[in-house]
């Protein structure tokens, strides 16, 4: 209790249409986010009221987040990640640190459920002071005006996606989902309550599979928008070509009779179907948006990528590499000892003496994920400083590669 306020989780349905009603005020009824926690109440497996935490005010709701538990790979590697979503106040009760008393609550409860990381999409610069930072690219888009999609003849069977078509397609995201280096991971749960709710976020959608010589061989999900007739192509697997171009003469006779002028593309910019979209004179790729990530303890993340890094050193000039490796946090120093090319400990060393290494700890998950390199860390951020003598281990260890995050609620 802090004097009228107190903080709790949702207990009730009297607690839950409170919750909703605040969802409803401060996104807007349009928004549809008052349904998207509904349907996480009712649908999804993991989470609990107990993952709803709420700041009230004389029996009201009046400032609430909550906790979104999820899976992301990394290189392979499972990481589990809580999701911050739903960040809402109503605006006579702002500025009085609701919002950083909940966040505290909300920390509290990663780490004690032992979360990796937590992400957030949110509003720009605000999540700064929580510690997170832009680390994953968020809302790539690729648009066309559907008038300039060519008359393509169908080279493939398109048809609605169906309950027995998840199996197929959960092995053909998975094998899509390779060519980025950090991802998500949709289990059957999740594509279930997906199935059943016709909603991934907030949004509903029509899914299609894509068939070829009688075998499924992709599937892709798009939604509509009338007020502002634009069709979008939410998800999709890899294609080839012909399977591309039969998608685009499909979206363009669905749109076109739906009285819908534009096609986006929400999706990853290296997807064949984006690079296929491109090279037909689209609008234009815009600019990304991108994740906000605040790690829970670089120490056990080093850890946990362990086998990953030794990989990056066997296949590398440093392959039989005998060292002690200190990463300078400014406040503190990780250190890997390493033994003929392979990581026999990582501990935390309260000193920060050595200063070969010194990454700025806010901005480390960028190079961590792969979003920037090195050399653009440095040339960015004064307080990234790496010296000459361990800049080619550190690019071996931490490559730029591409990443994507496919919707799991």
Known sequence: MIGDFSLQHLRNGDEIEDYLELMRRVFGGESRVDLMVKKWIGHQPRM???????????????????????????????????????????????????????????HKRVLEQGYDLSAIEGIPYFY???????????????????????????????????NHDVSKAMELLARSQRKFYVHSV???????????????????????????????TGYFRASQNPESKELFLREITDVNESAAQSIMGFLKKIGVQSGLENLVCTISHHEPFAKYLAATGHQGQLQPYAWQIRVSDYMNMLRK?????????????????????????????????????????????????????????????????????????????????????????????????????????
């Open 186 to 216: 949709r289990d059957e749960e999740t594509w279930n309550m997906q199935q059943k709710t016709h909603m991934v976020a907030e949004y509903e959608f029509d899914g299609y599979c894509v068939e070829q010589e009688g075998q499924m």
């Open 305 to 409: 990528m362990k086998t990953l890094l030794e990989e990056r050193l066997r296949a590398s000039e440093h392959n039989s590499l005998t060292a002690k490796i200190n990463f300078n946090f400014f406040r503190y120093t990780v250190r890997l000892t390493i033994e003929s090319g392979t990581i026999t400990d990582v501990q935390r060393l309260e000193d920060c003496e050595d200063r070969a290494v010194r990454f700025n700890p806010t901005v480390f998950p960028q190079l961590l994920f792969g979003y920037r390199c090195r050399e653009e860390l440095e040339l960015t951020y004064p307080d990234f400083i790496v010296r000459p003598s361990h800049r080619h281990l550190i690019d071996v260890l931490f490559p730029k590669l591409p990443s994507h995050i496919h919707t799991v609620y």
């Open 48 to 106: 609990t009221l107990e993952e709803f935490f709420a700041a009230r005010h004389r029996g009201r709701t009046v400032a609430a987040l909550c906790l979104i538990p999820s899976e992301w790979s990394i290189g392979e590697v499972r990481l589990r990640v809580a999701e911050l979503g739903c960040v809402a106040t109503l605006p006579e009760y702002r500025h009085l640190g609701l919002q950083r008393k909940l966040m505290a609550e909300y």
């Open 128 to 162: 700064r002071q929580f510690g997170y930072e832009y680390a994953l690219p968020l809302d790539e888009q690729t648009r066309i005006r559907l008038g300039e999609i060519p008359e393509y003849k169908s080279a493939c069977t398109i048809r609605p996606f169906t």
